[in-house]
């Protein structure tokens, strides 16, 4: 390692509005390393990056250098790349209809001096050169459609070094491995390895854990906003030490005393065969009972609320609730709906909420059909409904006319969380419902999902919130593609985030 | 109350869209039924924004009053304004239809232009029966739509693309079917069912007020106009919701087909007959009169009642400008100004009251 580092960035704030996401962060990346950052879900980590990247202007007091030279803030991209930074986006942005050269030499194609139009065989040549450098056997012409995970996650990468001398410059991955399988991550990893053999930085945000201590040297954990732990080497780290440095102890704990033993009278929901990525899942909920269900954030689980709502077809399964049994590799949200499952689904803003029209007709929309005549759809219901949703969760609109868009999130999620449980569902399928909303709304939330399964349904919480997971279940099943959901009984939140990091089978990557 | 830390901000996905207007603070729930309401000021600006064109159109009126007192005072032009606009609303209600549940229907003129061709060639120059004739005229009207849905909502192609491409098409059928000639159809029976006189204004009048009544009694009050609604406002929660999304979108685009066929029917019977070159014409005041009905009762939603006023306002504006001595060019200028003007205007004045 040299004395100057390869990025350095100091005093690093970023506020939005009254709510301070990033607090006099740094981060220190050294020439020739992998250096990770990792948080959790809000830590502050996206929001870094994005500046880094110039997506975000930080607040000011910040200083950015790069080989020891000052860069300019806000970061201006072009400046950034002439500085030798690049960076990988999650879906790593790839065209699926071009070819590999087209992919690697957007933004910067070689062109014929004299017309100026695209030299594609030289453009060609430098793509060819680029993968030649990187090992990665791949035809320049060959569509990208057409190439394995492992490939195209080459060739982003290929992009991101197009303009850069080999031994110089800053990667930046932002979760680009996420997507991949395991046995490909491997693959990817000794490519980074040899990009970073030559000098070439990388700095790798991700949630992997354990992809984290085999591959990086070093590693930034950021939580609530602020370092944690500043370029740990990981050779001295295990992934219990790291998850206790990402979720710290600053959320107010939700007590909800589980119930010891839950109501007697029998299943809400009795989930039989349901196959999730080629294994047949089943999964009990009593009721009155809470159960967690979580993994590794884009992986198979979060499939699973919306095969149980009939959003998205089942290869096999059925769900068996007290109101009926459905077939859900035909079902539909109807019928779902009508057997007393109801999905509080993720992306309140995508998914969930129609912004542009009032609180009190979102909260009347999935009713309407059992509430409402053909011809008619009476006013007082809709009403009756916003005042009880209104006060029971502390919903803060001045009135049920509000719409959706003039709520602050927290209390978005609250009338979406009332829209659904308004249908009197048997059972109540909640997907990250703690999502991007403030410490007072979450603990209103939580205790609403307790409140939910005190008055008998059955609630299936899908979250990667660790802290959510323990303090409002009664048991929380970690499911690993193609193994059996493994449960636990824990309050503590390491216990959990190990479980989740702790992937049973290896990649045969060695420890770095 | 000491301040709380405000963590778990922000998502990885969306960081911008998702940054909170929280103040952080952990308020108590509000007590039962004590919400605070909005003060007189807030009143008088959503009343502002709801009814603000209402407002423009009793002036402009009170000003072409003014100007020429002894023509524009007259129940003669009251009878114009209001007893000349039925194909207008028939056809405006057509393309509202789709526009509610998110979709665009460019050829509502064109499948009106279809019926009005067709009956009177059927029943003028055929001589068929008025009634077969009006059928297969509406139904003509109503398939084109379904063409529409089909391609459109099963086939997934972009509904620019098929309705501008059905536009075209159903123009040169109807020059085809008409070879290009004004047709025409006299029947005392048809006249009647259109200009017959209700309470001094021609019936047809009323089927205008009718259509739009019925359409804004479905989307506020039945499950289907509410599912419409939401279908529009975001596809992927009506379906989430149990909405069938594509079931909603094939009724609108056929409903459209069914309303611009009525609205060919109301046209046949007022005049008599069509010059198929010229029902594109239509289409533009048909989609401004809706866009323009956006800016009141409902600011900000597609609503029958405000594509009422929008009609006779653009009317009144028309004929009084007319009577003022400008020439048939103020159409256009002023539907485009009218048009951009004041639902400009209404979003200005909402976003206004919002702000808090």
Known sequence: MTSTPRLEARGASKTFGPSTVLEDAHLVVQPGEIHSLVGQNGSGKSTLVKILTGYHAPDSGMTL??????????????????????????????????????????????????????????????????????????HPRTLVADLAPAHRAGVAIARALRGTV???????????????????????????????????????????????????????????????????????????????????????????????????????????????????????????????????????????????????????????????????????????????????????????????LSVRDNLALPSLRRRGSPWLVRRGWQAELTDDAVRRLGIKARSGDDLVKELSGGNQQKVLFAKWLSTDPDLLVLHEPTQAVDVGARADLLRAIGDAAAAGRGVLLVSTEPTDLVEICDRVLVLHPGLEPRELHTDDPDVLLEAVYNVPTTTGATHA | MPETTVDHLVSDDETSQRILADDGVVAPAPAQGERPRRGGAGLLRTAASKYALIGVWALMALYFYSQVPDTFGTSGTFSSIFGSQQVLVFLAMSALVTLVVGEFDLSVAAMMGITAT?????????????????????????????????????????????????????????????????????????????????????????????????????????????????????????????????????????????????????????????????????????????????????????????????IYFLTTGIFGLQLLGYAGWIQNVFYGAGLVVAVALAKVVRDRSRAR
Not at chain 1, 123 to 137: K, N, S, T, W, Y
Not at chain 2, 141 to 155: K, P
Not at chain 2, 197 to 208: A, H, Q
Request: charge should be neutral; proline fraction near 5%.
């Open chain 2, 118 to 310: 067709v009956i009177p060639v059927l029943a003028g120059v055929h001589g068929m029966h008025i009634v077969p004739a009006c059928l297969i005229g509406v139904g003509a009207a109503v398939l084109a739509g379904a063409v529409n849905a089909f391609f459109v909502v099963v086939l997934d192609v972009s509904s620019f693309v098929v309705t501008l491409g059905m536009a075209t098409l159903l123009t040169g059928v109807a020059q085809m079917v008409s070879g290009s000639t004004i047709v025409s159809v006299s029947s005392p029976g048809l006249a009647k069912i259109a200009i017959g006189d209700v309470l001094g204004m021609p019936v047809s009048f009323w089927y205008g007020i009718a259509l739009a009544v019925l359409i804004a009694y479905v989307l506020a009050w039945t499950p289907l106009g509410r599912s419409m609604v939401f279908v529009g406002a975001n596809a992927e929660v009506a379906r989430l919701a149990g909405i069938r999304v594509q079931r909603v979108r094939f009724g609108a685009y056929v409903t459209a087909g069914l309303l611009a066929g009525l609205a060919g029917l109301v046209l046949v019977a007022t005049v008599g007959g069509f010059d198929s070159s010229t029902s594109n014409s239509y289409l533009l005041p048909a989609l401004a009169a809706v866009f323009l009905g956006t800016a009141v009762v409902q600011p900000g939603a597609f609503n029958p009642i405000g594509t009422m006023v929008a």
């Open chain 1, 166 to 356: 080999p031994g110089e410059g800053l990667m930046v991955l932002d979760e680009a491995t996420r997507a991949l399988p395991r046995e490909d991550l491997a693959r990817i990893h000794d490519l980074l390895r040899r990009v970073v053999d030559s000098g070439t930085a990388v700095l790798m945000v991700s949630h992997n854990l354990e992809e984290v201590l085999t591959t990086s040297q070093r590693v930034t954990v950021l939580r609530d906003g602020r370092v944690a732990g500043a370029g740990l080497p990981t050779d001295e780290l295990t992934e219990a030490d790291l998850a206790r440095l990402m979720l710290g102890k600053t959320v107010d704990a939700v007590t909800r005393v589980p119930s010891v033993d839950p109501l007697p009278d029998g299943p809400a929901a009795e989930v039989a065969d349901l196959e999730v990525d080629g294994r047949p899942v089943s999964i009990t909920v009593r009721r009155g009972e809470v159960v967690g269900l979580t993994g590794l954030p884009g992986t198979g689980f979060e499939k699973v609320p919306y095969l149980l709502a009939g959003a998205t077809r089942a290869r096999t399964g059925t769900v068996t609730t007290p109101t009926g049994r459905v077939d859900l590799t035909r079902a539909s949200v109807s019928e779902t709906l009508r057997a007393g499952i109801a999905l509080v689904p993720e992306r309140r803003v995508r998914d969930g909420l129609a912004v542009d």
């Open chain 1, 65 to 138: 250098e790069v080989d020891g030279r000052p860069l300019a803030l806000p970061v201006q991209w072009r400046a950034a790349q002439a500085a030798g930074v690049s960076v990988v986006h999650q879906d790593m942005g790839l065209l699926d209809h071009l070819t590999v050269s087209e992919n690697v030499g957007i933004g910067g194609f070689a062109r014929k001096r004299l017309t100026g139009r695209i030299d594609w065989r030289r453009q060609d040549e430098v793509a060819a050169g680029i993968l030649e450098r990187l090992e990665i056997p791949v």
